[in-house]
């Protein structure tokens, strides 16, 4: 499974963005997706997952309310809706794929990895 993120970009704090996954191999579906982000100087944190059936989504309590995870089976695309963006919401965010669906807030679970799309809120 090859992982691609888009939609990053530069946004004042506020705004909103929606991040964009798209994975290749014919069996994306089967796999449970996450959000990760690396802010500079800090570990890389648990953002949000969905399993792969979409039967339950995972949020840090720092997003919860503001951010949406979905996806698209159909399209190979896994989404991340971001609302009323914070400066402390600046960070790499890297999509990820695990087929273990009971672990999704640990990154240790994923295999397979994006290269980051970068968000920067500007207060």
């Known amino acids: 499974v090859q992982l691609v993120e888009s939609g990053g970009g530069l946004v004042q704090a506020g705004g909103s963005l929606r991040l964009s996954c798209t994975a290749s191999?014919?069996?994306?579906?089967?796999?449970?997706l996450g959000w990760f982000r690396q802010a500079p100087g800090k570990e890389r944190e648990f953002v949000a997952a969905?399993?792969?059936?979409?039967?339950?989504?995972y949020y840090a309590d720092s997003v919860k309310g503001r951010l949406t995870i979905s996806r698209d089976n159909a399209k190979n695309t896994v989404y991340l809706q971001m609302n009323s963006l914070k400066s402390e919401d600046t960070a790499v965010y890297y999509c990820?794929?695990?087929?273990?669906?009971?672990?999704?807030?640990?990154?240790?679970?994923?295999?397979?990895w994006g290269q980051g799309t970068q968000v920067a809120v500007s207060s």
């Open positions: 990820a794929a695990t087929t273990d669906w009971t672990n999704v807030r640990n990154d240790n679970v994923y295999s397979y």
């Open positions: 969905v399993t792969w059936a979409s039967r339950s989504t």
């Open positions: 191999g014919p069996t994306f579906s089967s796999y449970s």
